[in-house]
Structures are given as C-alpha cells and as structure tokens.
C-alpha cells in the first residue's frame, strides 16, 4: 500500500509556477495556501521570480533548500517533463500536475505522458494527475480544488477521489455547504500514475475515514478495484457514482480523462456483488455520503413517519413503498403513549398510527414535542424519518436528538418543514449524524440504500 499521508498532509510544498497574479494558478494557490492558514514550509518555484507574496522564490525543485513533500506543477504540459525531472533530483515524495494536454488528447499528449512518468518513477515520485484540480486536505489546510473560495478547514470522515474536477469542486464546496467533514478530497484526472485503487486501498485502511466515495470514469486496475472494494466495504460504505453508463457518455468520457469506460451492465452488477453502494450522480452521492456519516444503520425495514404535513406524510409512504420499506402501524401501547404525551398539546390528530400526524404544533413547544414523540416512537420501529417543523439550529434540540438516537442505536433523519429557511440548520443536523434532506423522497432514497446495506452486512455473517 502507498503512504499518502506526505500527500494529504504534507509538511512542505513547492509551486512550480508560482505567480504574483492571484488569477493565475501559481499565485491563487500561494495565496490561499496562507489565507487558510497552512503550517509548512511553502516553497515558490519560477526562474523569472526573485520572491512572491513575501515568499522566497527559488528557479527550480531541485534548488529549494528543504526536503519537498509535495510538488504542485500549475505549467504549460510541454514544460512539465523538466520540471519533474527536478522533483525527480530533489526525490519529492509526491507531485500534483494540474496542466492539461496530457492523453486526454490522444497521440503526441499522450507520448509526453508516459515520458513524464518514466522521469517521475526515476526518482520515486508519486504523481497525481495530470489535467486535474488536486486536493482539498481541511486537516492540513489546503485547498486547490476550489482555491479562489474560502472553506471551513473543518476536518471529518468522508473521502471522496474524482475524476473530474467540476465533482470534485462541487463535493468541496456543496458537500461541506451540508454539513460534510472531509477526511480529503483528490481530482485524479487522467491517473497517470496513483489510480482510484491506490487511494481506495489507503482510505480503507485509514482509521479517520469513515465513508469512501468516487466518481469513476475508468478503472485502471478492474480486479485489483473489486478484490480491494471486497475487503474494504464491510468495514466502511463504498460509494460510487460512475459515468459513461450511456454509450455518449462512454465517448466524452474518454476524451475527458482518457478513460476507457468499459459495460456498465458489468460494472454495476459488480459492484453490487462485492457491497458497492452506487449512485446516480453527484447530488445523490452527497445525500449517501450524509446518510453513511451516521453512526448506525437500521436493523430492519420498519420507519417510523413523524410528520407535521400531511402531503409530506402521502409523500413519504409513497416513496417507502418504492424503496421496499414498510411504514406498519405503530403498537396500540406506543399509539397511546403518544396520545396521553399529546393530549392538550395540539388539535386532535387524525392519526397516530404511522404516520404519526401532528396536524400543527405550537412554535414554542416544537422542539419538545418533535424529540419526545421521535422518544416514544423509536423504540417500536428501526428508523425514525420526520418532516420537522423544529428549529434544527437549536443546538440543545440536536443534542436530544442524538441522545435518543444513540440510546436506541437507530438511524434518525430529518426533512424540514421549509429547507429554504434551514439550510444552516441542516448542515448542523447531518455534521452530527442526523442526515438532513430536503425532500423526504431524497431521505427515503438513502434510508433505503442504508437498510440494503445493513442486509448486506448481516448476509456477511450468516
């Protein structure tokens, strides 16, 4: 197994094409390097630069006094051999070529490709792309993926490896909007030399990951990939969203990264035989890295409906329906307490069968009522799903949440009434295990996917 940890967090790095201009690459990279606070040595490279954003700069790699973890290239494809050639000297441990015109162009593109490894593994450089973002390490503090942007450093367990950085930008920015906490996120583009198996292998066996995730073009290694995703998805999720399923996106996707996309028929009976959660695209793929974040998956298929809405409540046995999960009706004995907690605390409710109808609960009174009723409630059922009107950002609201879902180790997921006017609290709700959604056909989706692979995990043992 490769190390990557020099490369998530490395303690030095050079910036071949290092820039005064913010706009350019080399100079955005410096300067959010020491906005968001980085603690190693930063090391400017360009022969035509004396010094950079108060940074020494120094006319090639092998010149830099220091020992380089990690070498981002942001120059013109044709320059990079050289430049590697340097990193090569000066034995970096690893290099993120940003530059496009690699074999994603085919012929001449991808000659200089193959020599720019060749100097590479000379001297033991470990390469990440080239025509990629790179990295987003919240734990060391660096951002290329989304340079221009600041993003809360805030350290988690979701790792997410794409072979696009349009995905890889918005799993940055849209996944930690959420409330997901990156372990890291990498833009591979063509995988000239470290594939999406090196980095599954090294997130597998890393004990600060919690959730893998990829966007997948095309596998470098297809056995290696399914021996590793064999041994690695029962002990955490293994998500993937893969294009090129359609013959269209097969093409684009070979003059996007050079991929060969292969059947997808094949691919995804595959994946489901080895424990491979898929998704459909990049929003579905957030919503499942949220609802693995939590700490415990259902035991069964019995949900539980908490709503204050009652198309929200036609909408969601709709949809558990489809996802195979039942909504029964609840024990006369938790029916009636839930009355007698009730009683005089809203109009008389239609229903408190499952769904649960709340018909409408007093602005002052919603926090309790919704965690008290989820209380009650969770003890007859494996998950508790409720379209809720309380107020997510109410940090002692969350904290009974947690309580009652740690106490009855069963998953418990949220859809606010108005999402609009949550967002922050949302984030919140699914930064401590309470994945939040939007619409309860999204939460449904997952809570589904979630209960297939508690099965999955029990079929292990039986």
């Known amino acids: 197994m490769t190390d990557l940890t020099p490369l998530l967090q490395p303690r030095s790095i050079a910036i071949v094409g290092a820039s005064r201009d913010e706009l350019k690459s080399g100079g955005m990279f410096i300067s959010g390097l020491l906005k968001d606070g980085y603690q190693g040595t930063i090391y400017p490279v360009n022969p035509r630069e004396q010094e950079v954003m108060s940074l020494k700069c120094y006319p090639s790699v092998s010149e830099v006094p220091g020992e380089v973890d990690l070498a981002i290239i942001a120059i013109p494809a044709r320059n990079v051999p050289q430049a590697m050639a340097d990193c090569a000297q000066k034995k970096v441990k690893f290099a993120i070529v940003h530059s496009a015109g690699f074999a994603e162009l ?232 839930l009355r007698d907690f009730l009683k005089d605390r809203i109009p008389p409710s239609p229903s408190l069968k499952n769904p649960v109808d709340l018909v409408w609960v007093p602005f002052g009174e919603a926090n309790t009522v919704y965690s008290t009723c989820l209380e009650i409630m969770i003890e007859a059922v494996d998950s508790c799903l409720t379209i809720c009107y309380a107020f997510l950002e109410d940090e002692n609201f969350l904290s009974r949440l947690e309580e009652i879902r740690d106490k009855a180790r069963k998953p418990i997921i949220v859809v606010p009434g108005h999402s609009n006017e949550q967002q922050k609290g949302m984030a919140l709700a699914t930064k401590r295990g309470i994945p939040a959604y939007a619409m309860p056909e999204d939460a ?19």
Request: net charge positive; with cysteine.
């Open 106 to 337: 085919g012929g001449e593109g991808k000659g200089l490709q193959q020599e720019m490894v060749k100097i590479a593994q000379s001297g033991g450089v470990r390469v990440v792309g080239p025509n990629c973002m790179g990295l987003f390490s919240p734990k060391a503090k660096i951002n290329t993926i989304s340079a221009h942007s600041r993003i809360l450093m805030e350290p988690g367990g979701v790792a997410f490896v794409g072979q696009s950085g349009w995905a890889s930008e918005n799993m940055v920015l849209l996944g930690t909007e959420r409330g997901l906490r990156f372990k890291g996120v990498v833009s591979i583009g063509n995988q000239s030399d470290l594939s999406i198996e090196d980095f599954l292998e090294f997130f597998g066996s890393d004990p600060e990951t919690k959730v893998i995730c990829f966007y997948i073009e095309g596998l470098k290694q297809p056995e290696r990939f399914f021996r590793l995703a064999e041994r690695i998805s029962p002990q955490k999720p293994v998500i993937i969203w893969k294009g090129g399923s359609s013959e269209t996106g097969a093409k684009a996707a070979m003059s996007h990264t050079a991929s060969l996309a292969g059947n997808y028929a094949i691919f995804e009976a595959a994946c489901k035989q080895k424990g491979v959660v898929l998704a459909r695209g990049l929003k579905e793929l957030m919503d499942l890295a949220a609802g693995f974040s939590a700490p415990f998956l259902p035991r069964g298929r019995e949900v539980g409906l908490l709503i204050e809405a009652g198309g929200g409540a036609v909408a969601s046995a709709d949809a558990c329906a489809k996802e195979g999960l039942k909504v029964s009706p609840l024990p006369e004995t938790v029916q009636q307490r």
């Open 444 to 462: 449904i989706s997952v809570l589904g996917a979630m209960a297939r692979r508690a099965e999955y995990l029990r079929s292990l043992h039986s």
